[in-house]
């Protein structure tokens, strides 16, 4: 469960625009990082292009290499694997109002509310909120700077803490697309590297580019998502407490919260942001009927085990940690429900949030 939230985190950096010479991020420079910001978004909605993206994921005793095929013509983008084991490749094509990914060697689509506005580029959500990313981070503007794809600005983002990683997007001059992101740990090793080469722009993409074929007996499944949610509205939804963690990293506050549908499989997800770093918090609880099913004399299983031990002392909390290069995966093992908390922030700051996290009362054991 804990690779496939890590996947499944929606967490991309969104496109920053170029700027010439070199600034510092001061109390005077947030309006300037607005307009940068909104220039970017503006040239998304201008430009077609295709090429090949190389990912480089710089893990603890090894390097993992990915090739895709892109295509982008606004709102549509597909990324097709290039060379990939049958168990590992995929097709991932958004429309602007889903997310369709197909795995054929499983022979499945998944089905997704689109991520507008991001295009899988990158493995950081940069929110709207630029005061937030002020008060986190500095950052300088280089360029132009030589590249394969022509003149670039590089903008490098340099976080406030030590405790966060940093980041470098180089944005083609011309056309204002990130041909580059560089996403480094503390201590300056790179953790994850994206270049998009072999570009070329404003090809002719026909509509048969965006189309998604698949054999007639793949099966679809649908993930329902309902996003921007209060707290009040969650719990609503929940029918049930939402306990939230007392203690997060400094600087960072609840981005969003999303209610996800999977079959008969109800996710809650609360996103923290700090302006690029971001780490969410998925919560699961047990079916209640599974838990409620009754002894022959009539009692529960709970019941019977009251009876027997007297009141349940306060469960110790067990958290695994896996780690994937820069994002880590730490997995809570509670009574009755399971809380998996993913994001490019140090493992023991996962594991503050996760002791800090109140036990929920009236908890099924």
């Not at 469960?1 to 890590?6: E, K, P």
């Not at 969104?14 to 010439?20: K, N, Q, V, Y």
């Not at 958004?94 to 998944?110: A, E, F, H, N």
């Not at 300088?140 to 803490?161: M, N, Q, Y």
Request: charged residues 25%; positive net charge.
């Amino acid at each position: 469960m804990a690779v496939r939230l890590a996947r499944s985190l929606l967490s991309l950096v969104l496109l920053i625009g170029a700027l010439p010479g070199s600034i510092a991020a001061q109390d005077e420079d947030l309006s300037e990082l607005d307009r940068i910001l909104a220039e970017a978004r503006e040239a998304r909605t201008q430009v077609r292009y295709e090429g090949e993206q190389t990912v480089y994921a710089f893990l603890k005793d090894k390097t993992v290499v990915s090739r895709f095929q892109v295509r982008y013509a606004y709102p549509y983008f597909k990324r097709e694997s290039i060379g990939e084991r049958p168990e590992r490749s995929f097709v991932l094509l958004d429309d602007g109002s889903y997310r369709w990914r197909y795995l054929p060697y499983r022979k499945i689509v998944l089905k997704e509310p689109s991520r507008a506005g991001t295009d899988g580029f990158f493995p950081t959500d940069l929110p709207a909120n630029t005061a937030l990313i002020r008060q986190n981070y500095n950052f300088t503007v280089r360029g132009p700077v030589p590249a394969e794809s022509g003149d670039c600005h590089v903008i490098e983002f340099l976080p406030k803490w030590q405790d966060r990683p940093r980041r470098e997007i180089w944005l083609q001059g011309k056309w204002k697309i990130p041909v580059r992101v560089c996403v480094a740990f503390p201590d300056g090793r790179t953790s994850y590297m994206s270049e998009l080469r072999k570009l070329s722009w404003n090809p002719d993409l026909s509509p048969e580019t965006f189309q998604l074929r698949v054999p007639q007996d793949t099966r679809v499944y649908e993930i329902r998502e309902e996003g921007n949610l209060s707290l009040e509205q969650a719990r609503a939804l929940l029918g049930r407490p939402l306990p939230l963690p007392s203690q997060v990293p400094r600087g960072f506050s609840p981005f969003n919260i999303l209610l996800r549908v999977e079959g008969g499989s109800r996710r809650i997800q609360i996103v923290y942001a700090d302006g690029l770093a971001s780490f969410s918090m998925f919560q699961e609880w047990a079916d209640p009927g599974a838990e409620r099913s009754v002894r022959q004399d009539g009692a529960t299983r709970s019941e019977a085990a009251s009876r027997t031990s007297g009141p349940a002392a306060e469960p110790e909390v067990e958290a695994r940690v896996r780690q994937y290069g820069l994002m880590n995966v730490l997995t809570l093992g509670l009574p009755g429900r399971r809380t998996v908390f993913v994001g490019d922030v140090p493992e023991e700051k996962l594991r503050e949030a996760a002791q800090s996290l109140p036990q929920e009362p009236g908890t099924l054991r």
